[in-house]
């Protein structure tokens, strides 16, 4: 039963939640609304600086979470949502806005500052209305509000706050504590929505769809003369900012006469047309949001401007839809980029292997006969190889002059795929192309059966008298595969979130310690254990680096089954995906059982959308059928909460992994 018939108009249509909270959720399938989640990427770090008052702050922080969303999914899922929900909730005390807690300490400066007082608790929405253009745009509409309800607090004890905190549930929420749980215990009164204090204003929102839905007429545009750039720089895509619907609040006082709706204020920013329509291209993707290619109506343009992009926007589209008996180019383009994926990876491995980028970038300029004799091979064989990685962009052509080509390495090959440069990916390549691509070439059968295909191709290298590695030459070309991916994500892991508090670390399975260096890097007073198998730390000087000061060290053991050593932070980085569920237990009680209240837990790994719809990277690796399985970040902070490690952050850092920080209960 839909008991608001608002809520049944969004029957059929695609509703997106870009919020990774479980309460919003909760309370929206409570409502009826039938919803997918689809956390949004965008960080919560506009200057808060910039807002007259905190309640900017919370609408322009859902907007862009929506937007980020909105914006997303038509390349990273391939479907265009109807509906973006975002919303951001803050507190608001002696104009000071407080969000999420950082630690335990953050926690209690945020409970002291609200103890005694009252204070408000803003909740900002976004609401985004997509519609997908035949000609691959993606129109969209926004609207913004937010609602206020005041809550006092009663005096805290000071052993009332610590036994709160302890607790561990103000670690996600704004403000630092729950209304719907213990933190109920602490508040005097509530004036206001009370949803809106646990993270949706549900009324608010009910009346706002009733305003699109039913009184479509309410558009009405009310142009406002000034219009605010956001903090970021990028282009306002606000549409409709609709104030409070509170009684004695000022959007009360705007009431339009002629109707019970409320009137709408209209913010059009950097544009002075009267259609709310905004036009994003769907020919490319970038996930910052400062950086979207924002195409506003025609209004910025000239005459002579406007018909010259019309013309354009004519021979694109013809281009794009291609005429009735032809594909559309661009739909042919992704599929043959699908089909040709694998020649391209493995032109990069084999141009890896016979280590061509070393060579050119010892010796820039040399033709294809020449890197033939180098690397020992056929000069037409080198010949097309030197040209396929010129078309990938990985190599260029030095003097176009010169009567043959001479090649030398592009940028991209100069930072990634020389061997010795500091983010060099070479060791993870010869993985890919040594392990990786002979399990995918029996994908069908790892389908078929649902296991890797490891003793397959084992039993294959056998048959066919392949030269066998040794066991010590395998474990090196894995060491070096992990070293050289821990190189490049490292640093974005270590500096997720501010790990200032913890002293002491232990890397689970952190093989040749790069993650530990980079750790003790960016947080100068930490020391870490790097814990591994005893074949592995016996290799470890295969791998040396710097240790800064000594605060790498390593012990070795069996994480299943030996005793971990004791530390303030465990970290597990690209460890969980690749255990059975059962292993998985048995490591994370251990872990639970090592850890005191307080301690931390670094998790790393890439995080699957709420909805598993990408991103592909963690799909397509899912596709070796290994032990384990990959997981949304809902899914591994559910893992956690089993072992007593409540989740305080959740970092997408847009980079090769994403982080979450937990804290033991
Ligand atoms: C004040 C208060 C906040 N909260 C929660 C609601 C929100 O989930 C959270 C505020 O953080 P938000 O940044 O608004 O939301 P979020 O990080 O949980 O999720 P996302 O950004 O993906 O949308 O605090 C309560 O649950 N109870 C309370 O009493």
């Known amino acids: 039963m839909v008991l608001n018939p608002v809520i049944s108009k969004l029957a059929g249509k695609l509703v997106v939640l870009a919020s990774a909270s479980p309460r919003r959720q909760e309370i929206l399938r409570n409502a009826g609304l039938r919803f997918e989640v689809v956390p949004s990427w965008f960080k919560e770090t506009l200057d808060k600086g910039l807002f007259k008052a905190p309640h900017e702050y919370a609408v322009e922080t859902a907007k862009q979470k929506a937007l980020e969303v909105a914006r997303r999914m038509p390349f990273k899922h391939l479907k265009t949502p109807d509906i973006v929900i975002g919303a951001d909730t803050i507190v608001a005390v002696n104009s000071l806005i407080l969000e999420k807690p950082v630690d335990k300490q953050d926690a209690y400066k945020m409970l002291s500052s609200l103890s005694g007082k009252e204070h408000s608790v803003f909740t900002g929405v976004a609401i985004v209305l997509c519609h997908d253009k035949d000609n691959q745009e993606v129109d969209y509409q926004m609207i913004a509000f937010y609602e206020e309800t005041k809550v006092k607090f009663a005096d805290l004890s000071e052993d009332m706050l610590w036994e709160y905190i302890n607790s561990g549930e103000p670690m996600d929420k704004a403000g630092g504590y729950g209304i719907q749980a213990l933190g109920g215990m602490l508040v005097e009164y509530v004036h206001g929505d009370f949803l809106n204090v646990v993270g949706f204003p ?15 007429s309410s558009f009405a545009v009310e142009k406002k003369g000034s219009a605010h750039p956001l903090p970021n720089g990028s282009l306002g895509i606000s549409i409709l900012d609709q104030h409070s619907l509170q009684k004695g609040s000022e959007a009360e006082k705007h009431r339009s006469p002629d109707s019970s709706s409320p009137k709408l204020t209209q913010h059009i920013q950097n544009s002075s047309t009267s259609s709310p329509a905004h036009k994003v291209k769907r020919t490319s993707y970038e996930s910052g949001v400062g ?33 009735e008996n032809q594909p559309k180019t661009q739909d042919l383009k992704r599929i043959c980029e699908l089909m040709d994926g694998f020649k391209a990876s493995k032109a990069l491995f084999t141009a890896s292997k016979f280590c061509m980028f070393d060579l050119l970038h010892n010796k820039p300029g040399l033709d294809a006969a020449e890197v033939a004799e180098e690397i020992k091979a056929s000069v037409k064989g080198t010949e097309c190889l030197l040209e396929a990685c010129v078309s990938l962009g990985l190599l260029k052509i030095k003097d176009k002059a010169h009567p043959k080509p001479l090649f030398e390495n592009t940028d991209l090959a100069t930072s990634f795929l020389r061997s010795d440069a500091p983010f060099s990916l070479h060791g993870y390549i010869q993985h890919c192309s040594e392990t990786l691509w002979p399990l995918f070439s029996h994908l069908e059968s790892a389908v078929q059966e649902g296991v890797s295909q490891h003793q397959r191709v084992k039993r294959q290298k056998e048959l066919c008298q392949d030269p066998v590695c040794s066991s010590q030459e395998l474990k090196l070309r894995f060491m070096s595969g992990m070293h050289s991916f821990a190189k490049i994500t490292a640093a974005a892991v270590a500096t997720a979130f501010d790990l200032s508090r913890f002293r002491t670390a232990c890397d689970l399975g952190g093989c040749t ?16 254990t790097v814990f591994d198998l005893p074949a592995v730390v016996e290799m470890k000087e295969h791998f040396l680096q710097r240790n800064t000061d000594n605060k790498v060290s390593f012990v070795a053991g069996d994480f299943l089954k030996d005793e ?15 255990l059975t569920d059962e292993k998985l237990h048995i490591l994370l009680s251990k872990i639970a059982q090592t850890a005191s209240s307080g301690c931390g837990l670094l998790l790393s ?13 963690g799909l397509l690796q899912a596709l070796s059928l290994s032990e384990g399985k990959q997981r949304s970040a809902g899914e591994y902070k559910l893992l956690l909460e089993r072992h007593g490690f409540i989740t305080a952050h959740t970092r997408h850092t847009g980079h090769l992994l994403d982080a979450m920080l937990s804290v033991k209960a």
């Open 202 to 216: 549900l009324n608010h929102f009910c009346k706002q769809l009733d305003i699109i839905y039913n009184h479509s």
């Open 291 to 323: 950086s979207q290619s924002v195409v506003s109506n025609s209004s910025k343009h000239n005459d002579g401007e406007s018909s010259r992009l019309t013309q354009l926007n004519r021979q694109q589209q013809t281009e794009q839809r291609g005429t």
């Open 513 to 528: 310690g790069a993650m530990a260096h980079e750790l003790v890097k960016a947080h100068p007073g930490m020391s870490v």
């Open 564 to 578: 971990l050593p004791k530390a303030d932070l465990y970290i597990l980085a690209r460890v969980l995906h690749d």
């Open 605 to 617: 790994e890439i995080f699957l959308d709420e909805d598993r719809g990408g991103p592909s990277r």
